[in-house]
């Protein structure tokens, strides 16, 4: 609202500071501060001390540009050079033939290898399925076909990408796989040459069916003697973790039990274990004669017997040990106790199926490279930026593709499906601990990176400051995260609660345990990505559509670590007492906002959005339907290969009875 001027008297204090403005100061004494210049938008130093984020300078006082200037970035980072998508599919040239099919028919064949026919054979090794060896067999000739079309569309085309990593990533991991066959044929001669020792002195008789399976499918059982137990180290490809049979289910059941007696008296007084032990001997010796029967009619005296039929036997004078996250005593964990040849073979079954998965992830990241490379992207000064949003964002994408597969029931083995596990509760590193260490990872690599492309000696800029605060927030937090799943660190922070137990009482008493140490509750994770995606959706950007694609992939980052931590609540009030996939529903919708904003990272590198505003295609809701379709058609992926797996082994295991816990 305006105020009229009507009385001259309020006019002289205005005319008074006119004029004094109109004079200027005074500047007898230079050191005067009336001596400084005005605020003038030159005097005021840049956002940054070089380009602002995808190169373009932004101070203080400049605002978001709603219309594309392609004068200004062509005279920040020149012309574009043309690619082979240009060539072939935009504008292609009358005085030359193109051949974007033999392009189309490589990219076919390898995305069918990686994603068909690798993850399938995956399943069917878990289960030592005797078409294992097929799909293998079909991976080399998908991948042979995608490099011929490819060596012949080079062969035909110029060379429009100086410097590419495609095809050198891409024999390298190829090289992986050849190794990881190889090995598996290695293990195979192993075999052999342990079943023909174990004809020759006398052992075994020749038995096509015994060759086929122990040589072949790597079924051991079949052998005995020192035989199976040789086999049994040299075999290194990886075995899944036996099925359970009927007395592990009963075991299980029993130890349910047992949690809920135990979850129904947290709030009684301590008791001591003998009292403990006297109410529950009639029971247990019930168990132990039951048990033991078991294993004696199942087991063969000549079978070799594993470290996980010992979870059946019960003894009335064995050792009675807790299996929750603070219990130290005994074997911490399942490799403990063994040899050094176990130890080996279970570090290098487990090696073999890491490198065997992340040969999937590495298709990922050749299909990245490969449209990169198509497209003539990441070039000349636009490469530090363009590969930073590729990399954080696959590793997003990739991340919220497991975190599907786990809400599917992944990795149920190790208690990673929000489930308790089969067998070892507590004794695996948590899913909540692999996720502080990739954060953690993560955050100390990147905090020395987002110095790349700078010269020694240069300032560190606002747009540094911004991205090493949050790499170091990763860094730090994912330290936090793994402490708290320690179990050793554990035990140290619930001293101060049993410090408070009487010293004459201390050494024979079990102190109750709350109901939430059946899970882990770790909100570390979580934590650095909401707060990743809050900052970023506020990150300055040079054009206003720019500004938007960050606003949509760092609100999905948000929404999933809100829908992380209801998941941590729903299961806090009930914790996970079954070892089947208790799928809590606010783990899909995380996981499908995470992989989506994953993806829309990706999007948002300053190529994509300015190809789309060359293109006009600059439309926000665009660009978040391409993303929500994409995620929907790899979670299908993932749910198909988690199914069919799944599928497998309810083939190759004995009907299993289920009763409902309501």
Request: charged share 20%.
């Amino acid at each position: 609202m305006r105020l009229p001027l009507r009385s001259p008297a309020l006019l002289v204090p205005i005319l008074a500071s006119a004029a004094l403005t109109a004079a200027g100061p005074s500047c007898s004494d230079s050191r005067s501060l009336d001596c400084l210049p005005a605020a003038s938008e030159h005097f005021l130093a840049p956002r940054d001390g070089d380009h602002g984020h995808g190169g373009h300078g932004h101070g203080h006082h400049e605002q978001v540009q709603t219309e594309f200037n392609d004068t200004e970035f062509i005279l920040q980072h020149g012309p574009t050079p043309p690619s082979y998508f240009w060539l072939d599919l935009k504008e292609p040239p009358a005085d030359a033939k193109r051949y974007p099919g033999l392009m189309g028919l490589h990219a076919l064949c390898m995305s069918l290898a990686f994603f068909g026919a690798l993850p399938i054979g995956i399943a069917l090794r878990s289960v030592k399925h005797a078409w294992h060896g097929v799909t293998v067999i079909l991976f080399y000739t998908l991948v042979v076909f995608g490099l011929s079309t490819s060596a012949l569309y080079r062969k035909l085309t110029p060379n429009m990408y100086e410097g590419s990593k495609h095809g050198p990533h891409g024999y390298f991991f190829l090289a992986c796989a050849v190794a990881l066959s190889a090995l598996d044929v290695f293990s195979q001669i192993l075999r052999l040459v342990t079943y023909v020792r174990a004809i020759r002195s006398g052992e075994e008789r020749f038995s096509f069916k015994t060759l086929w399976n122990y040589v072949i499918l790597d079924r051991d059982e079949h052998l005995s003697g020192a035989g199976a137990s040789e086999a049994e180290y040299t075999n290194l490809v990886l075995d899944e973790p036996e099925e359970l049979e009927e007395a592990e289910l009963k075991a299980k059941e029993i130890e349910e039990d047992s949690i809920q007696v135990r979850r129904a008296r947290v709030v009684e007084p301590i008791r001591t274990d003998i009292e403990m032990h006297q109410q529950d001997d009639h029971d247990h010796d019930e168990t132990a004669q039951w048990a033991n029967d078991v294993h004696r009619h199942r087991r063969h005296a000549s079978y070799p017997h594993s470290a996980a039929s010992e979870r059946t036997l019960f003894g009335a004078h064995s050792p009675q040990r807790s299996d929750d996250s603070l219990d130290v005593a005994g074997h911490v964990y399942p490799w403990q106790g063994k040899s050094k040849r176990e130890v080996l073979r279970f570090i290098g079954r487990a090696a073999f199926a890491v490198c065997e998965r992340a040969l999937v992830f590495a298709g990922f990241m050749q299909v990245t490279s490969g449209i990169v490379v198509y497209t003539g992207g990441c070039r000349g000064g636009l490469i530090n930026s363009c590969l930073a949003h590729l990399i954080k964002g696959g590793i997003f994408w990739c991340y919220g593709l497991v975190t599907f597969a786990r809400f599917l029931g992944s990795f149920s083995e190790l208690g990673w499906a929000w489930n308790r596990a089969p067998r070892h509760h507590g004794k695996y590193p948590t899913a909540e601990f692999v996720e502080s260490l990739v954060i953690f990872l993560y955050g100390i690599t990147n905090t020395w990176m987002e110095r790349f492309g700078a010269s020694p000696g240069d300032p560190y800029t606002t747009k540094q400051m911004q991205h090493i605060s949050i790499a170091v927030m990763f860094w730090f937090a994912g330290l936090v995260g793994m402490g708290i799943e320690s179990k050793r660190i554990r035990r140290w922070l619930a001293a101060g609660a049993t410090s408070a137990v009487p010293p004459s009482t201390r050494s024979h008493e079990a102190v109750a345990e709350p109901p939430s140490y059946l899970g882990s509750f770790n909100p570390f994770p979580a934590l650095c990505i909401g707060i990743t995606g809050a900052a970023m959706s506020a990150h300055f950007q040079t054009y206003l559509f720019q500004v938007q694609v960050h606003v949509i992939w760092g609100y999905l980052l948000a929404g999933f670590a809100v829908l992380r931590c209801l998941t941590y609540f729903f299961l806090w009030l009930a914790p996970p007492r079954s070892i089947l996939p208790s799928r809590p529903p606010t783990e899909a919708l995380a996981a499908f906002l995470l992989a989506c904003g994953g993806l829309e990272f990706m999007f948002s590198s300053e190529e994509v959005t300015v190809a789309a505003m060359r293109q006009g295609h600059d439309d926000m809701m665009m660009f978040l339907n391409v993303g929500v379709a994409i995620t929907c058609l790899a979670f299908c992926w993932t749910l198909l290969i988690v199914g069919f797996k799944g599928w497998l082994k309810s083939r190759s295991q004995r009907n299993v009875n289920f009763h409902s816990s309501a």
